[in-house]
């Protein structure tokens, strides 16, 4: 067996050292051409989802969100479980496509496109839910700071109100940088198309490029400004989202290892999320030597470290419980494995920790099926570690008179469903509308593109 | 338009005056001319506002939704003694039990809004129970009747006051011309107007006869007052004098007797700074009682050892402690009867540790004529015999209250199945149920609704019951608070009943129509008429006040009572031959059942309030439902588990009723409440709950409510029990204790305190990163005794009344979502079968450093200057951050627009709009609430300080829940205020903060609960 393997070079990105002009037709073919009835039926059931949450929404609307399963103790429930999940899931695409952009690593070209696109839609899927999770979601004007004749102003000491700042800043941030990349694209696009419409919007949108030397100087100047702005971005977003929980004083949601634990976590049902829908992607669109398994492996390797730092988290927040010597603390914590719900707690763990574990073996880093599977294990166990901290700890606070089990309507699980068509149906509109992948980086990163040094 | 000339007078008619033209023009002429907007032909300034007022003003009243809602009627002229957003007191009397405690009714522009106790009365003294205070709702009911109904081919039809008078006085006539009898069944009376009323009824109709029954009277009590005493009056005990109180099932803190005076007394001996004068209460019973509940010592006894027990202590008093004992008796006699009787013995067999009954034999012996013994409503004769024989031995009468007397009082029983056995006989022309509902009330096995058809039936009643829907007339009768009444209260003074509001729905009061009746003619008003010429003629000279009697009368009106003069009679000798015939008529072994009064419905006419379904059972915080309660063992025997359905049959009877498992209550014991399972009871009460009467036996009734010979299996069948509360089992090691070991609770025993070893737990060195916030001038505050308070929930119910509270009903409370902005809390610690139970009184804390207030994205709560943490309900979103981060949970959300999704928008029915307090805004679907400290009170009063030119005082202000906890447990005021009662209890060294280590500052002290017991016994 030959392990003298040279580690300097790297291995090549895009396999088979494809022409730049079929580069440009592999991506731009889903746009050029006619969908395909699968696609229809694809988009029937995301649209079918995102009806059934949209009723549910508007039962929701109309009666009152007592229609939803939440109570007393358990003020927040369902609706912010979505919320973590679908910002979490939105923070792979920032750092594939800003971190690993200044890191360098060029892996990322394949899919940074298709990545940022996922953040945006989770997060405007995300968005939704502490609008509509209000008593009174008519009213959600007042969470924003807009000057009133009234003279009310909002409180800058809730953390809600830095999630709207955290969040809305980076649903901005992220569309800017996914939008200044498309650029170059749409440029491309608009000098392929036939069609008289398409090419006025795509000259409208290209902003006049034309691959000039200038333009591309400028372009890589703001791209490298905008992902220094935006990595600091995806390590604010889920820390002020999870002082919503840790700025309280309820035992389970009042410690400091949240940021981190949150970031590793999103970060973690990020990638999962990233790698299942490229898995469907690359196959439909035979565009597997673009985004290569070796794109894939890597990403499963980020999903094993840091589902080991959310394993990590979990194991030291006992730890601090039983060393803080809180019995309040102890007691949510003893209370989340033995207690009722113990079932969502084992859930998270075996999805979270022990599954990923499989990935240390590299045939099942280098399996797509098996890897799909523990890719959706991996966002359904993060789905429970959210429902673990929001739900479990409100049952059981300080006052045994008032504890009390919360259990999820139809509707709660109708608005849950809606989220996810309301994601894929962006996603699929997507497939369709913009090349899924970053044309004109992919060209820059095939073998014998870069000047050569002989 | 010159040419003809306008003109007002005469002397503008020949006037050429300048001044004429002036006014038929109205504008002068530049003025006008000038401005005609046809001729501007810029957009000057004032074409563009003319322009743009037209503008705003059609498109304003284009978009005005405004309906026409009829007349609106200012006060020009005023009603007398009516001021607009001034509430007006009236002083009348309660009449939903039997009791008839003094009431003020609090009267806003007219309407009734709040009830509270009259301070003025001799015997409640200010204070009244839940069910009083939430009579409120059914003055309001919409589903109260509104004509008389008539029925015919078993349907019932309106028909008109006149013709239904007409009807009903031709039976009358019919019935007393042939002959038979007239048979008017009512609860006791204790009104003299009325008493008189009946009189001449009866000389008017001389067949007329008068039953006199009460669901869940205390027969047993009776027969055994007459056997001992020769009269079936018994009296109460006045338990303010009394050291050492033992208990056998009696509920007299809870729902027996004069209840709202005995918690009074009771409490008065539980003042921590006093605590060499604690009574102390020992508390044997099956049932786990309120009362049980508060004594020191709780013993679980099944209600088939009572008779060993009182039996033995009888033995051991007469045996060995009867050279102490200063009554004389004939103490041959009873130990004829007791000396089979072994103290020691008795101990041995039900697992009673001896010493304590030794104790407790000692400490009745050494207070003689200081202490009582009293049983339950619910044992049978010979028990209360034995009670009485103790009592009578330890000199206990001394502590007896002579009482008065109902004018008519209860029959016996048997008389009721006489009753039937003349309408069989057809020796009945007419029955009249006079505010009562006996087909629900009477065991079924009497056959009471047999009845019915063979006779005319005449039903008087508010609202749909079960003896209405059988009748052949029903009348609709005018609410207590639209009544007229005089009463005997139970010191022997007279009460007064007034009006407060016209009949809302025309209804005639149900004593009108009897005088209607005696006079040919139904007039209205005419009892108020009746009773000040009864009182002119009777009470006046009685009474001889020395003024006029339109001064008297007008002076009693407004304190609600006077005092009578005339004396009470006073008690005889017991006759100790009784005790030849005493023989324990319950038999043990097999499974036992409990009936016993319910704390919340009254008779079964309650079970149609919302406020009091919604009020969690005392003990288990069970709401909407009543169920067996059965303890942990047996349901482990019989399979069950809470909510499991168990089938119970006695003597071929069944029922099925749902299990709840109840810590303290001993094996193979089933305690059922009473006055639930109605089939009409209304919209809000039918199907509630389960009627355990289908298993008791008429005959046997009045000899108490326990069953020996009962069976239970169970069904397979579930059922959801509403409790606003999880629960946990004792043995459940995980949550065992919490509430002690979290500090939440903290007790100790008044040795322990006598003795300085007691201590309260107060954090230390707490230190916080906000900086304090000084505060100056009234800062309010409030201190809860945990000594004095026993958990009975009239503070919740006032709260529900005084701040517009929403029902839910059941299907919310099973979610968790009950509205109630103060509540009480029920720890057990302790074993499983023989629990500790502590009451804490739970509402806003009202924080200094708040930690809802910095959480909310909107600052909708935030914190007033003088201390009081409130919610700005129009700002509020609806995030519901505030509650997840109130430690306290104390919040309450409403997640649906609750008067709406109540029962088919059963609150937004007219009359019910009437109810509300309109100091208090009725909130919307999707806001937060909670407790304000009743921040309108509050207001209330500066303004009146104001008014008056002085500084608002903490003394100023009562809380709804202050004013009605029975024994003064809340006191509320201005924690700067050096010399206020306030100021004294939030320095106590027994008071404490809960939850005191988060540093959230909370305004709510709780005082530690004391308990009267050994230190070496507490578990």
Request: overall charge neutral; glycine content about 6%; proline content about 5%.
């Amino acid at each position: 067996m030959n392990i003298e393997i040279d580690y300097t070079v790297e291995p090549e990105v895009v396999k088979n050292q494809p022409s730049h002009s079929s580069v440009n037709d592999a991506i731009a073919a889903p746009l050029e051409t006619k969908p395909s009835i699968k696609y229809y039926i694809a988009l029937g059931i995301s649209g079918s989802l995102l009806l059934t949450g949209a009723i549910c929404l508007g039962f929701s609307f109309y009666y009152g969100v007592g229609l939803w399963g939440n109570n007393q103790p358990v003020g927040w429930a369902i609706p912010i479980v979505n919320f973590v999940f679908w910002v979490g899931i939105g923070h792979a695409g920032t750092l594939i496509s800003a971190i690993l952009f200044l890191f360098r690593q060029r892996w990322r070209t394949g899919i940074a496109r298709f990545a940022e696109a996922m953040t945006i839609f989770a997060v405007i899927t995300a968005g939704l839910f502490p609008l509509i999770h209000t008593g009174r979601p008519w009213l959600a004007g007042y969470l924003f700071p807009l000057p009133n004749q009234h003279h009310l102003w909002v409180n800058f000491t809730s953390p809600l109100i830095w999630d709207v700042f955290a969040v809305s800043t980076y649903l901005t941030v992220s569309f800017v940088f996914w939008y200044v990349g498309l650029i170059p694209d749409l440029a491309i696009l608009r000098d392929r198309t036939q069609s008289k419409v398409k090419k006025i919007i795509y000259s409208i949108f290209s902003l006049g490029w034309r691959h000039s030397n200038r333009h591309w100087h400028h372009y890589e100047m703001l791209y490298l400004i905008l992902a220094g702005f935006a990595t600091p971005l995806v390590l604010s977003v889920h820390t002020i989202v999870s002082f919503d929980f840790a700025v309280s004083i309820v035992p389970g949601w009042h410690t400091t290892i949240f940021p981190p634990y949150f970031v590793a976590g999103a970060i973690f049902s990020g990638f999962a999320m990233v790698q299942n829908v490229l898995i469907v992607v690359r196959k439909i669109f035979h565009i597997e030597h673009i985004i290569s398994l070796d794109t894939l492996e890597k990403m499963n390797k980020v999903m094993l470290a840091t589902g080991m730092m959310v394993g990590y988290a979990y194991g030291v927040e006992f730890f601090i419980a039983w060393y803080s010597g809180n019995p309040l603390e102890s007691f949510v914590f003893f209370n989340r494995v033995f207690g009722n719900y113990a079932w969502a707690y084992w859930i998270m763990v075996s999805c979270n920790v022990i599954f990923t574990q499989l990935f240390w073996f590299k045939k099942i880093r280098r399996n797509i099926p098996i890897m799909f599977v523990i890719g959706v294990l991996v966002n359904v166990g993060m789905w429970f570690e959210r429902f673990v901290i929001v739900i479990s700890t409100l049952s059981k606070d300080f006052l045994p008179s008032s504890w009390g089990y919360y259990k999820p309507t139809l509707v709660d699980i109708g608005i849950l469903l809606g989220s996810f068509g309301l994601f894929f149906t962006l996603v699929i509109l997507f497939i369709r509308a913009l090349p899924v992948v970053s044309i004109s980086e992919v060209k820059a990163v095939i073998k014998g593109s870069q000047p050569q040094h002989h | 338009m010159n040419d003809k000339k306008y003109w007002k007078y005469f002397e503008n008619f020949n006037s050429e005056d300048r001044n004429l033209e002036l006014k038929q023009q109205e504008f002068s002429e530049k003025v006008t001319e000038e401005f005609r907007i046809e001729n501007l032909n810029t957009l000057s300034r004032r074409k563009f506002l003319a322009l743009s007022t037209a503008t705003l003003a059609i498109t304003t009243t284009a978009c005005n939704d405004y309906r026409d809602k009829g007349a609106i009627v200012p006060y020009n002229k005023k009603p007398e003694n009516v001021l607009p957003g001034i509430a007006n007191y009236y002083a009348s009397t309660c009449t939903a039990c039997s009791h008839r405690c003094g009431i003020l009714i609090k009267t806003r522009e007219g309407r009734p809004i709040k009830v509270d106790g009259n301070p003025d009365h001799p015997v409640s003294k200010g204070k009244i129970c839940s069910v009083g205070q939430a009579n409120i709702l059914n003055l309001y009911s919409p589903e109260r009747y509104k004509k008389p109904l008539k029925k015919s081919g078993g349907k019932f039809s309106e028909i008109e006051w006149q013709s239904a008078f007409n009807e009903i006085l031709q039976i009358f006539k019919r019935a007393n011309a042939s002959g038979k009898e007239i048979a008017l069944i009512t609860n006791p009376i204790y009104s003299p107007s009325f008493f008189a009323v009946l009189n001449r009824l009866q000389q008017n109709y001389p067949t007329t006869k008068i039953y006199v029954y009460e669901y869940f009277g205390e027969y047993a009590k009776a027969i055994a007052w007459e056997k001992c005493y020769g009269t079936p009056n018994f009296a109460d005990y006045d338990f303010s004098k009394a050291k050492v109180i033992v208990a056998i099932e009696s509920n007299f803190l809870g729902n027996e007797g004069n209840f709202v005076r005995n918690v009074r007394e009771f409490a008065q001996n539980r003042n921590v700074d006093n605590p060499q004068h604690f009574s102390r209460f020992y508390s044997f019973e099956t049932d786990l009682t309120l009362t049980g509940a508060n004594a020191d010592y709780r013993i679980p006894l099944p209600a088939s050892k009572h008779f060993g027990l009182l039996a033995s202590v009888l033995n051991e008093i007469v045996t060995n402690h009867s050279h102490k004992l200063t009554s004389n008796f004939p103490k041959e006699q009873l130990l004829q009867f007791s000396r089979n009787f072994n103290l020691h013995q008795f101990a041995k067999e039900n697992g009673i540790n001896p010493s304590l009954l030794t104790q407790m034999i000692q400490e009745l012996v050494a207070n003689q004529g200081k202490s009582v013994i009293i049983s339950g409503a619910t044992l049978p004769v010979e028990i209360h015999i034995l009670t009485n024989l103790l009592n009578e031995i330890l000199g206990n009468n001394v502590l007896l209250r002579s009482k008065a007397q109902p004018l008519i009082g209860l029959n016996k029983l048997e008389d009721f199945g006489e009753l039937v056995r003349k309408v069989n006989d057809d020796k009945i022309g007419l029955l009249v149920n006079f505010d009562v509902n006996p087909v629900f009330h009477f065991p079924k096995d009497l056959g009471f609704e047999m009845v019915f058809a063979k006779v005319p039936v005449v039903t008087f009643t508010e609202s749909e019951t079960e003896t209405a829907m059988l009748s052949n007339f029903v009348i609709p009768i005018s609410h207590n608070f639209e009544s007229w009444g005089d009463w005997i209260t139970s010191d022997g003074d007279y009460s007064t009943q007034q009006p407060v509001i016209e009949p809302l729905f025309g209804t005639y009061q149900k004593e009108d129509f009897i005088l209607g009746i005696i006079e040919g003619q139904l007039i209205r008003d005419e009892y108020h008429k009746f009773i000040m010429s009864y009182w002119r003629s009777e009470i006046y000279p009685n009474v001889n006040p020395g003024v006029d009697f339109e001064v008297f009368w007008h002076s009693v009106l407004h304190d609600g009572v006077v005092n009578s003069p005339a004396a009470l009679s006073s008690l005889s000798k017991l006759n100790y031959d009784v005790v030849k015939e005493l023989t324990p008529s319950i038999s043990s072994g097999g499974w036992l059942l409990l009936l016993k009064k319910s704390y919340n419905n009254g008779d079964g006419k309650y079970l149609n309030n919302g406020w009091l379904n919604e009020l969690p059972h005392p003990i288990t915080k069970v709401t909407w439902d009543n169920y067996v309660a059965i303890s942990e063992p047996s349901a482990k025997a019989l399979e069950v588990n809470n909510g499991d359905i168990l089938e119970i049959t006695r003597n071929g009877k069944k029922l099925e009723i749902p299990v709840f498992i109840v810590p303290g209550i001993p094996n193979n014991c089933l305690v059922i409440e009473t006055g639930f399972g109605r089939k009409n009871a209304g919209v809000i009460g039918n199907g509630v709950g389960f009627d355990p009467m289908v298993l008791a036996d008429f005959a046997t009734v009045s000899n108490g409510y326990v069953f020996s010979d009962v069976k239970a299996r169970q069904t397979g069948k579930h059922y959801e029990l509403a409790s606003t509360v999880e629960h946990h089992s004792l043995n459940d090691t995980f949550v065992k204790d919490l509430s002690k070991t979290r500090r939440i609770v903290q007790e100790g025993t008044v040795e322990e305190f006598l003795d300085g070893k007691f201590k309260i737990h107060r954090a230390e060195d707490l230190r916080s990163i906000i900086p304090e916030i000084k505060y100056s001038g009234v800062k309010w505050a409030m201190v809860i005794d945990m000594n004095k308070c026993i958990g009975c929930g009239d503070c919740v119910t006032a709260c529900n009344v005084e701040n517009n509270v929403p029902v839910v009903g059941k299907e919310q409370v099973l979610r968790g979502r009950e509205m109630q902005w103060i509540r009480i809390d029920t720890y057990f610690s302790g074993s499983q079968n023989n629990p500790s139970i502590s009451f804490q009184t739970m509402l806003c804390q009202h924080c200094d450093d708040a930690p809802c207030e910095n959480v909310c994205p909107v600052v909708a709560t935030n914190h007033s200057p003088d201390g009081l943490n409130q919610m700005v309900y129009n700002r509020c979103v609806g995030t519901r951050y505030c509650s997840n981060n109130c430690p306290f949970k104390v919040r309450r959300f409403n997640f649906y627009d609750y008067r709406d999704h109540f029962a088919n928008g059963f609150f937004y029915q007219d009359s019910l709009k009437l109810m509300q307090n309109p100091e208090v805004t009725v909130r919307s679907r999707g806001v937060m609430e909670k407790c304000t400290f009743c921040v309108q009170r509050i207001s209330e009063a500066r303004q009146k300080a104001t008014e008056d030119g002085r500084p608002l005082k903490g003394t100023d202000v009562k809380t709804a829940c202050q004013e009605a906890c029975p024994t003064e447990a809340i006191v509320f005021g201005d924690m700067h205020d050096k010399d206020s009662e306030l100021y004294y209890w939030r320095n106590h060294k027994l008071g404490y903060y809960v939850l005191e280590e988060l540093n959230v500052k909370p305004n709510v002290t709780y005082i530690s609960r004391l308990r009267n017991k050994n230190s070496e016994d507490i578990s």
